[in-house]
Each structure stands twice: as structure tokens, then as C-alpha cells.
């Protein structure tokens, strides 16, 4: 069955960096984009960013273009979430997710918790 | 960026009952529209797609409709299980966006 467990969140000071990772398994991993989502406390969904099956085409929402960067290692059957100059308003549960129809979350992980705080 | 408006923001309901929930959105997303349930300390999960697909597993209880702007998901007789927030998403435009969300809490 499809699994996806992300890993890597934590506290982390605001203008510093963090990387998230999702590990993926129970289904061809080369065949799918990826996405990441976040819901910060108490709030909705805010979707993040998706990443082609192949790697070759990456979109953001503007909340974080620039500052977060998409990417994947097919051969480890890996996704990530590299966070650059993070802020206060970046702290939520991260979700990563696998993709359907190229812009749906066909499965989600369980999430990481980031928190940006001094 | 699409806006997607959902409503209304609780809905009370008992078991048995009908729930209706709409998500409008802010231009034209053709049937490019999916719908989630999330129930409280889990992941959210794929109900919906392209308006009016049930995914996988989904009971038949669920069902969307709509297009262009106008979106409803129905759920007929409500389950004890149902009680949770649902989320609308649109795949039409980058960056793809979720609605506000929509909670379905008994009465």
C-alpha cells in the first residue's frame, strides 16, 4: 500500500533553513509528481509545491517562491522540501503527497511540525 | 491566484441527515475541482476529483457536482464518521489553492 512518512521538522529560528524529507513507498515512485502542503495550527490547507514525476517542471505558491525549493532522488524513492529564510508565518504541519491529475493529492503522509521561533 | 470560497463555515447536522457544502471559485476552473475530508489529528484524504469522481474507497454516499465557478459535494445520510472538515482544491491555475474549509459538526 502507498506510504509516505516525512521527517526533518522541528524548532528552527526565524531566517535560518531547514530541510524536509518524505519517504516513499508501495508504488512505482518514478511514475508520479509530488507534493508538499502545510496547515499551520488551527488553520486550513495552504498548498506548497509540486514536483513532476521526472523532475523536470517544479511550481510554488507565492507565499514561498524563492525561499522554498522542491526536489526529489528517484533513485532513494525521496521527496523534499528545502526551507530558506524561514519565518513565523511558515510554522505548520507539512504533509507530503503523492499527485493525481497532475494538481491533486491522490495520498498524504501524516505530516511534520515546523515551527519558526526564537 | 483562483479564490476558493466555501460555505458555510459550520454546518450542524444529525446523523441521517443530508449535508450540502459549496465552494465557489473566483473564475471559470472548468471541472477542475477535488474536495477532501479531514477529521481532527489526521491527514486529510482525497474524496473528489474533477468535480464529480468519487476516489477510490468513497463511499457512495458522497458525490459532487458543478463546474465553471459552482461546486456542491452532497453527503446523503450522514455517517457518524462524516463529522469532520471538508476542503475544496482547484487544478485549473498555478498555484493550486484550497478553500477555507467547511465544518460538518453534529447537532
Known amino acids: 500500500q502507498v506510504q509516505l512518512v516525512e521527517s526533518g521538522g522541528g524548532v528552527v529560528q526565524p531566517g535560518r533553513s531547514l530541510r524536509l524529507s518524505c519517504a516513499a513507498s508501495?508504488?512505482?515512485?518514478?511514475?508520479?509528481?509530488m507534493h508538499w502542503a502545510r496547515q499551520a495550527p488551527g488553520k486550513g490547507l495552504e498548498w506548497v509545491a509540486i514536483i513532476w514525476y521526472d523532475g523536470s517542471e517544479k511550481y510554488y505558491a507565492d507565499s514561498v517562491k524563492g525561499r522554498f525549493t522542491i526536489s526529489r532522488d528517484s533513485s532513494r524513492n525521496m521527496v523534499y522540501l528545502h526551507m530558506n529564510s524561514l519565518r513565523a508565518e511558515d510554522t505548520a504541519v507539512y504533509y507530503c503527497?503523492?499527485?493525481?491529475?497532475?494538481?491533486?493529492?491522490?495520498?498524504w503522509g501524516q505530516g511534520t511540525l515546523v515551527t519558526v521561533s526564537s | 491566484e483562483i479564490v476558493l470560497t466555501q460555505s458555510p463555515a459550520t454546518l450542524s447536522l444529525s446523523p441521517g441527515e443530508r449535508a450540502t457544502l459549496s465552494c465557489w471559485a473566483s473564475?471559470?476552473?472548468?471541472?477542475?475541482l477535488a474536495w477532501y475530508q479531514q477529521k481532527p489529528g489526521q491527514a486529510p484524504r482525497l474524496l473528489i476529483y474533477?468535480?464529480?469522481n468519487r476516489a477510490t474507497g468513497i463511499p457512495a454516499r458522497f458525490s459532487g457536482s458543478g463546474s465553471g465557478t459552482d461546486f456542491t459535494l452532497t453527503i446523503n445520510s450522514l455517517e457518524p464518521e462524516d463529522f469532520a472538515v471538508y476542503y475544496c482544491?482547484?487544478?485549473?491555475?498555478?498555484?493550486?489553492?484550497f478553500g477555507q474549509g467547511t465544518k460538518v459538526e453534529i447537532k
Open positions: 508501495g508504488f512505482t515512485f518514478s511514475d508520479y509528481g
Open positions: 473564475q471559470s476552473i472548468s471541472s477542475y
Open positions: 503527497g503523492r499527485d493525481w491529475k497532475s494538481g491533486y493529492l491522490g495520498y
Open positions: 482544491q482547484q487544478r485549473s491555475n498555478w498555484p493550486r489553492t
Open positions: 474533477d468535480a464529480s
